[in-house]
């Protein structure tokens, strides 16, 4: 299975500030790579699908790149609503395997 | 607008089956598939398999082959997930979301989620 790993597992940061979430795979996943934000007791949301395209209806504050096994998550000026946890997703391979999580935090 | 919407919280007892349904509406519900994620308390998502509701295919989780059971109802636009044998680490949120009919893993709409408890 594919392994998905995160950094940071959480972050203190603050409104307007610039974000940057990375997630690296076990293996190359070509850009197989989707992110969703998730808020406490909510349905999670997708953001970013293939690596770098953006969902239907996301703020352009938020971008995705990367390919291979290394990928970015970023946030280019922080917003109140976007205090979340984030997740990657590699659908390369079943099972789509999720990283553990990035919670942003209010500093 | 698309709308998924699951049934109710339900609290079983280990080796117990649970079933929970999402309904969805908003969309042409055979052009598109049905993903199954899980978050336990405290952790993270966790990918449990995708049906195609067209074609009736599915591709489970490896853990959960032999537990876990997909179906839709194209009459009522409804997707069930059944879970056999439960046991206490089967207690989680369980989310339906909105997958392509091939089942690319692109999740773009999500049911509410439905607390699972399996405790003695």
């Known amino acids: 299975d594919i392994q998905m790993t995160q950094s940071p597992s959480s972050v203190s940061v603050s409104v307007r500030d610039r974000v940057t979430i990375t997630c690296r795979a076990s293996?190359?996943?070509?850009?197989?790579v989707n992110w969703y934000q998730h808020k406490p007791g909510k349905a999670p949301k997708l953001l970013i699908f293939?690596?770098?395209s953006l969902q239907s209806g996301v703020p352009l504050r938020f971008s995705g790149s990367g390919s291979g096994t290394d990928f970015t998550l970023t946030i280019s000026s922080l917003q109140p609503e976007d205090f979340a946890t984030y997740y990657c997703?590699?659908?390369?391979?079943?099972?789509?395997?999720f990283g553990q999580g990035t919670k942003l935090e209010i500093k | 607008q698309v709308q998924l919407v699951q049934s109710g919280a339900e609290v079983k007892k280990p080796g117990a089956s649970v079933k929970v349904s999402c309904k969805a509406s908003?969309?042409?519900?055979?052009?598109?598939?049905i993903s199954w994620v899980r978050q336990a308390p405290g952790q993270g998502l966790e990918w449990m398999g995708w049906i195609s509701v067209y074609k009736g295919d599915t591709h489970y989780a490896q853990k959960l082959q032999g537990r876990v059971t997909m179906t839709t109802d194209k009459s009522t636009s409804t997707a069930y997930m059944e879970l056999r044998s439960l046991r206490s680490d089967d207690t989680a949120v369980y989310y339906c979301a909105r997958d392509q009919d091939y089942g690319s893993g692109r999740l773009d709409y999500w049911g509410q989620g439905t607390l699972v408890t399996v405790s003695s």
């Open positions: 293996q190359s996943i070509r850009n197989y």
């Open positions: 293939a690596a770098s």
């Open positions: 908003g969309y042409t519900f055979i052009n598109y598939g």
């Open positions: 997703q590699q659908t390369y391979n079943t099972p789509y395997s």
